[in-house]
């Protein structure tokens, strides 16, 4: 079975706070993603992996950065965390970048930015 | 672009009860996929379900089945009998097959659904 972990289930931060969410996937998937969650807007892609040091913005990539330097990790940085960014987040992976290919979600991580 | 609405935010029934989540979904494309997920309190996505466009056939698994009608571009999602492990929010998914989509998927609002003993 396909595994996702990410780092915390629950992080709580100060505004200006630099943050970083990891995620690791064990199966060799090429793609990875990162999505935010919030009530009545469903999930929202912030940045997308289609490969090692490969990156590609979403739809709400405002506001943050990703690091992708090996195959199985992918990092989401706030640089400087703001409250409007108080959400769970999840990563992704999807084995190819084929439409076919089903999404893997890891468990999330609330975060509160205060 | 791509769409997805469900159209239904909430949804609450007593056990038993048989309860359909709407998925209408907008592409021009002609090949695509669509999923269904389901995200329990937990908060992890499990994958349900996948039908590309050419396949209009209907899928049962146990007490799930599935609608797909290219017509009104709607995968519907029926749950017979439903139970209190049903409790989740439900997640409808289009996927297009162009080279530049590198397998992201376009995620409806979701619905929840409250199964009450």
């Known amino acids: 079975d396909v595994k996702v972990t990410q780092s915390s289930r629950y992080l709580v931060k100060r505004t200006g706070e630099k943050v970083f969410l990891e995620c690791v996937q064990d199966m060799d998937h090429e793609n990875m993603f990162w999505y935010r969650q919030d009530p009545g807007l469903g999930l929202r892609l912030i940045y997308f992996?289609?490969?090692?040091?490969?990156?590609e913005k979403g739809d709400i990539p405002e506001g943050y950065s990703v690091s992708r330097e090996k195959k199985e990790r992918f990092s989401l940085i706030l640089e400087s965390a703001s409250t409007n960014q108080t959400s769970m987040y999840l990563c992704?992976?999807?084995?190819?970048?084929?439409?076919?290919?089903?999404?893997?979600f890891g468990p999330g991580t609330r975060l509160t930015v205060l | 672009a791509q769409k997805v609405t469900q159209a239904q935010t909430e949804i609450s029934v007593v056990e038993k009860e048989d309860v359909t989540l709407d998925c209408v979904y907008e592409t021009r494309d002609t090949t695509y996929y669509l999923f269904w997920y389901k995200q329990p309190p937990s908060g992890e996505l499990v994958f349900l379900i996948r039908r590309n466009s050419f396949d209009e056939q209907n899928e049962i698994s146990g007490r799930y089945s599935w609608n797909f009608q290219k017509s009104t571009s709607s995968f519907n999602f029926t749950i017979t009998a439903s139970q209190v492990v049903d409790s989740a929010v439900y997640f409808c998914a289009l996927s297009v097959d162009y080279n530049t989509n590198a397998g992201k998927s376009t995620f409806g609002d979701g619905t929840t659904l409250t199964v009450k003993p």
């Open positions: 992704a992976s999807s084995l190819t970048g084929e439409s076919a290919d089903t999404q893997y």
């Open positions: 992996s289609y490969d090692v040091k490969m990156k």
